[in-house]
């Protein structure tokens, strides 16, 4: 592979991403998965003749979320536009997208390569509406075709060629799927086609600012084909180079089966589009008011979250990628320090307050995550309710109960679902923490006479001090808190 | 012999018949049928429909009837008023076919908005009337299912596109029809067929369930007898639409009043702006004269004429068919066979190595269900759409359209409305001019800029010219032009034009064939 | 070729090959028999548009709409749904509520749509 590191791989990728709204982007039908075929139709959607679009306010407040979230340039005033090609899915004979104006430019996707920050530049967001699915019978003579996710709103997200990387290019993918599950306007899933992707790929010699010539991979709709397909599209475009090739621009369809890609040859303009200011739709305008609202109300991301628990509560870049991973798991682990008596918004939090972050991150990372894992339980199932994950550290940090007796009362709540206090009250685990009782019990041994030997012992020797602890602990059955204990044992056997 | 007269001739307007319906002096089946009548003695040799639904029509009526008894008709202003709809609109489980055979067998699960307007006012739609295939066309000789005729002279073209609309309103099979006008297509066919027809501002009717042919140009209007009949079917018709995403969020003017108001008072007195290019070389001068003394006789009224100009009038037909061909073109892609109308699938011999048995699908149903005028049009479209040639065609055309609606709002500070003849010739012979399409296009030259602006502009007759060696009269056209949002003045001068005039009570003598005498009663 | 068109300054002719890609782009079958005439027919519209390019536009918006208005939105609300029984009546041909066509992939040609769903 020493051959392979000579070139440099460039890489872009346009990630189609499905909103989460009730209705359809042009019309008023069903926008949800699924349903039997054709059954989430309306003249518009069939494109039947006099049917006219009227856009839907929700996919375009989803697509600002994303825009102001990814930083980009809001356009105030975009236009939508006509796409055309003749296919059967496409029942207008053209798609309703942006070209020229489109509702966001610019930007960036932020996300975590291996331990590197990494920041992708964005060209444009636009708004689009879906095609229908063709479904092809095997060996057929007929294609059949379902008009149901015709018409159902899309974002476009076009990254510059910024990629350097089939890994990056992943990591770039779960970001944005992160992204918009954070923001809470697509579901992000893969595999039930609300996230797709087609990569722009090209590869030049290491340290040339030129780039190659390109080839578009299409179809690649899974997050485990994404590195591969590209991988491979990479090799490819390798080996022609090197045999004294020349690659030429062509549309590529990965073909996951036999984990190649194979070219999806097309005539001379096939594609060309003839783009047309849609004259049923007039510019989309923009109200700065709505908009600052849509920005006011706006969800953290993933970045500003991870930020917050690198930074504010000191946690382990590992920890924070673990939290970030799903915003439940973030809005959980954010719930359980609030319980546990960390406050959310303080400028800086001492080193008490940080390690009881810790403290919470890791029951919840370590201990909580793995039962929820075992059970395939997600975390908004989870038995162990978030105030009640802080209430255990809280008990812990404050030396109620040790850490020990905590993984205890932890698996009895995840059994249960009783609260911790309800448990260690059950349990009668509560450490003793009463000075006088405390103090009553070390006197009792130092004041045995017994022990007299000891103590003089002790004199010669203050690493004794554990072993005075260890009778004055019994004499509390266990349940006083040792460090009490050794710090008034420590302050009598002085007076002896 | 005459065919027999229907009882809508017997009332002054369609609000005097409404009133009648309503006031069960007549009922609303027994005017249907005697349209159906009508109809059925006369249309055959002038083809002004393509399909007559006369169960349904009966149907509607007797439901119109029964409300009436309940008293249930307040809402009724229309009450059992006959229409006939331009195939261009959808009519729920009426078949609509926009007189193409692409759309062959294609019913409509739903209404177009101003056909669902109307029936909730009462109005009984008797079925689709004639038009050029996708309204492309002013003759009506683009119908790709039969011809439609004069019926001031049937060896004449009734004008287009709305040629059904117009020739079954002159001929009184109904007193009220709706029609689409891209670039003219109302009021050239009132003018050649001597009725009044109205296209309102753009937006001002909901184009939703209107089959599309240029977007931004098309717009939906009445023809019917009168500017006061036109004022009532547009009070039902208009408004806004939330479906149509360009219908203007404006409450409407009540446009009868504004028929009723005098032109002239005494702080203010109308004035009518004469663009002189309008009255340039290429029109027919007996059509000038008759125009010239339409907008004399308005002056007499006291209107104020004011000389007015529109330099670019003459880049508007280019314009059109830049703009036009190209919305068309992207409009009709989606008649494809696949979910509706023609389907034409090749033979397995057909398809050639290389080829796809879908695109040859598409090839050929496509090939097959647009007759040739739409072709060119479509291959026009495409052409200026296309990637290098957008930027010359189509932009600069939308470009220059800027400016066009530059000119009339010059003109318009000048003046209240524009008054220009509708069509620069007669009612031409059919089969006169369709070996030509660039001459047929320039017949547009009065009406089409009027889309490129959004203006209201109605068509009202204006005189009758017999040509010689002739024994027909022929019907000619004046244009009123308003601003934008204008179209009560626009109605309001028509209304007073036709309040000292009767060019528009003037009808056609229509012999009924001999066979077709069996038919009347 | 014809020269009618030719009298304008910049007279576009839309060659053959033109043509041909043109109705390619619109699925249009279209006899080769057929393609002079509409070659000069379009060629002629287009000579006579070409006066537009005297205009001066420089700084002149672009007209879309009619009428200047911005787009309204509607709310996300999920209205009724027509019958897929009433959807499958128009269609040309259907097969258990699916709309058939001729394979999508059938015939020797690749596929070219933008979003094939192989």
């Given at each position: 592979m020493t051959a392979a590191t000579e070139f440099e791989p460039v890489i872009g990728l346009e990630v189609h991403v499905q909103l989460a709204?009730?209705?359809?982007a042009f019309c008023g039908a069903r926008a949800e998965?699924?349903?039997?075929?054709?059954?989430?139709?309306d003249p518009y959607t069939l494109g039947l003749p006099g049917a006219l679009p009227v856009l839907n306010h929700r996919a375009v407040e989803f697509a600002l979320r994303m825009g102001l979230a990814c930083g980009c340039d809001i356009a105030l005033r975009s236009e939508l536009s006509r796409k055309h090609y003749f296919y059967p899915d496409s029942p207008k004979g053209y798609q309703i997208s942006q070209f020229d104006r489109p509702i966001c430019e610019n930007g960036h996707i932020e996300f975590v390569l291996g331990s590197e920050r990494r920041q992708v530049r964005l060209l444009r967001i636009h708004i689009e509406e879906d095609a229908g699915k063709n479904l092809h019978l095997?060996?057929?003579?007929t294609s059949l075709i379902d008009f149901?996710?015709?018409?159902v709103p899309l974002i476009e997200v076009v990254s510059q060629?910024?990629?350097?990387s089939a890994e990056e290019a992943g990591e770039y993918l779960r970001a944005i799927r992160q992204l918009v599950r954070f923001l809470g306007?697509?579901?992000?899933?893969m595999e039930a086609g609300s996230l797709r992707c087609d990569a722009n790929v090209s590869i030049r010699p290491r340290g040339s600012t030129q780039l190659g010539q390109r080839t578009e991979l299409k179809n690649i709709n899974s997050f485990k084909y994404v590195q591969k397909a590209i991988e491979h599209e990479i090799l490819r475009q390798i080996d022609i180079v090197q045999s004294g090739g020349r690659v030429v621009m062509e549309t590529r369809g990965w073909d996951a089966a036999r984990g190649t890609s194979r070219s999806q040859r097309q005539k001379e303009h096939?594609?060309?589009?003839?783009?047309?200011?849609?004259?049923?739709?007039p510019p989309l305008i923009i109200d700065e008011t709505w908009l600052a609202s849509i920005a006011a109300a706006l969800p953290k991301t993933p970045m500003q979250r991870r930020d917050h628990y690198l930074l504010?509560?000191?946690?382990t870049p590992y920890d924070a990628s673990v939290l970030t991973a799903e915003r439940e798991l973030c809005d959980y682990f954010d719930q359980a320090l609030v319980a546990a008596?960390?406050?959310?918004?303080?400028?800086s939090l001492g080193d008490g307050l940080r390690s009881r972050a810790k403290l919470c991150a890791n029951w919840l990372s370590s201990e909580l995550l793995g039962l929820l894992n075992k059970d395939s339980r997600e975390i908004s199932a989870s038995p162990v309710s978030a105030e009640s994950l802080g209430e255990l550290v809280r008990c812990v940090s404050d030396g109620i109960i040790s850490g020990k007796q905590g993984k205890e009362v932890f698996f009895r709540m995840y059994e249960s679902r009783q609260s911790p206090t309800e448990i260690i009250e059950q349990l009668g685990l509560?450490?003793?923490?009463d000075p006088t009782l405390i103090t009553a019990a070390c006197r009792k041994v130092v004041d045995d006479p017994a022990m007299q030997k000891q103590i003089e012992k002790y004199k010669q020797n203050?690493?004794?001090l554990g072993f005075f602890v260890g009778k004055a602990l019994a004499e509390t059955q266990g349940k006083a808190k040792p460090e009490l204990v050794s710090a008034i044992m420590l302050s009598l056997l002085a007076e002896k | 012999m005459a065919a027999t007269t229907p009882?809508?001739?017997?009332?002054?307007g369609i609000a005097a018949l409404a009133q009648a319906v309503r006031a069960r002096e007549v009922s609303a089946v027994e005017v249907t049928r005697s349209c159906l009548e009508r109809i059925a003695q006369l249309?055959?040799?002038?083809?002004?429909?393509?399909?007559?639904d006369e169960q349904g029509a009966l149907r509607q009526a007797e439901a119109v009837d029964a409300k009436i008894r309940e008293g249930a008709?307040?809402?009724?202003?229309?009450?059992g008023v006959p229409v006939g709809i331009k195939d261009m609109l959808c009519t729920k489980d009426l078949q609509t076919t926009a007189a193409s055979k692409i759309l062959a067998g294609f019913v409509p699960p739903y209404d177009a908005t101003a056909v669902a307007k109307l029936r909730a006012a009462g109005a009984v739609v008797l079925g689709k009337l004639n038009m050029d295939e996708f309204a492309?066309?002013?003759?009506?000789?683009?119908?790709?299912l039969r011809p439609c005729k004069n019926p001031?002279?049937?060896?004449?073209v009734p004008g287009g596109s709305s040629g059904g609309s117009a020739a079954a309103v002159a001929a009184s099979l109904c007193p009220l029809s709706l029609g689409t006008d891209t670039g003219g297509s109302i009021r050239q066919p009132a003018a050649l067929c001597g009725v009044t027809g109205m296209k309102p501002?753009?937006?001002?009717?909901?184009?939703?369930?209107v089959i599309a042919f240029a977007s931004s140009l098309d717009q939906v209007g009445p023809l019917g007898r009168s500017a006061v009949d036109l004022a009532q079917a547009l009070q039902v018709i208009g408004g806004h639409d939330a479906?149509?995403?360009?219908?203007?969020p404006l409450e409407q003017p009540d446009y009868l009043a504004a028929c009723q108001?005098?032109?002239?008072d005494k702080n203010r007195r109308l004035r009518i702006g004469l663009p002189k290019e309008f009255f340039?070389?290429?029109?027919?001068p007996r059509i000038e004269r008759c125009v010239r003394a339409a907008i004399a006789s308005l002056q007499q009224e006291g209107a104020e004429l004011v000389d007015v100009s529109l330099p670019l009038t003459k880049h508007s037909i280019a314009i059109y068919y830049l703009i036009a061909t190209a919305e068309a073109s992207s409009n009709l892609?989606?008649?494809?066979?696949?979910?509706?109308g023609l389907r034409v699938t090749p033979c397995d011999?057909?398809?050639?190595?290389?080829?796809?048995a879908l695109v040859e699908m598409y090839k050929r149903t496509r090939a097959a269900g647009f007759g040739p005028e739409v072709q060119r049009r479509i291959m026009l479209g495409t052409y200026v759409l296309r990637s290098g040639y957008y930027d010359a065609y189509y932009r600069r055309a939308s470009q220059v359209r800027t400016l066009v609606a530059r000119d009339f709002a010059a003109a318009f500070t000048k003046c209240d409305v524009l008054m220009t003849p509708?069509?620069?010739?007669?009612?031409?012979?059919?089969?006169?001019?369709?070996?030509d399409p660039l001459s047929m296009y320039l017949a547009d030259i009065y009406t089409i800029s009027c889309n490129l602006a959004g203006l209201p502009g109605l068509s009202m007759p204006c005189g009758l010219v017999t040509e010689a060696g002739s024994d027909r009269p022929l019907p000619v056209g004046v244009q009123v032009l308003g601003p934008p949002l204008h179209d009560a003045k626009v109605l309001q001068v028509a209304a007073a034009y036709q309040r000292i005039t009767d060019w528009h009570k003037q009808r056609p003598q229509i012999l009924t064939r001999p066979g077709a005498e069996a038919a009347s009663p | 070729m014809s020269s009618h068109v030719m009298g304008q300054s910049n007279g576009h002719l839309i060659s053959a090959d033109e043509i041909r890609v043109t109705a390619e782009l619109a699925r249009l079958l279209l006899p080769e028999s057929d393609i002079p005439k509409l070659s000069s027919e379009l060629s002629a519209i287009l000579a006579y548009a070409e006066?537009?390019?005297?205009?001066?536009?420089?700084g002149v918006p672009p007209m879309?709409?009619?009428?200047p208005t911005q787009c309204p939105l509607r709310g996300d609300v999920a209205e009724a749904h027509d019958s897929t029984e009433s959807a499958m009546r128009n269609a040309p041909a259907s097969e258990a509520s699916f709309f058939a066509v001729?394979?999508?992939?059938?015939?020797?040609a690749a596929d070219d749509s933008f979003d094939g769903e192989g």
């Open positions: 709204t009730q209705s359809k998965f699924g349903g039997p075929p054709n059954t989430h139709i095997a060996g057929g003579r149901n996710r015709a018409g060629p910024e990629l350097r306007i697509s579901d992000g899933n096939a594609h060309d589009y003839r783009y047309l200011p849609d004259p049923d739709l504010r509560l000191g946690l008596g960390v406050p959310t918004e303080d400028e509560r450490q003793l923490t203050p690493k004794l | 009882v809508c001739e017997a009332f002054d249309d055959d040799q002038l083809g002004c429909f393509l399909r007559v008709d307040e809402e009724l202003l229309l009450a492309m066309g002013s003759s009506n000789e683009n119908s790709a001031w002279d049937v060896t004449r501002t753009y937006g001002r009717v909901s184009r939703y369930g479906h149509d995403a360009t219908s203007l108001t005098p032109i002239v340039a070389q290429g029109l027919d892609s989606r008649y494809d066979g696949v979910r509706y011999g057909e398809i050639g190595p290389g080829q796809s509708t069509s620069p010739v007669l009612p031409f012979r059919l089969g006169e001019r369709l070996c | 006066s537009l390019q005297e205009v001066d536009v420089a879309t709409h009619a009428v001729p394979a999508v992939f059938g015939g020797g």
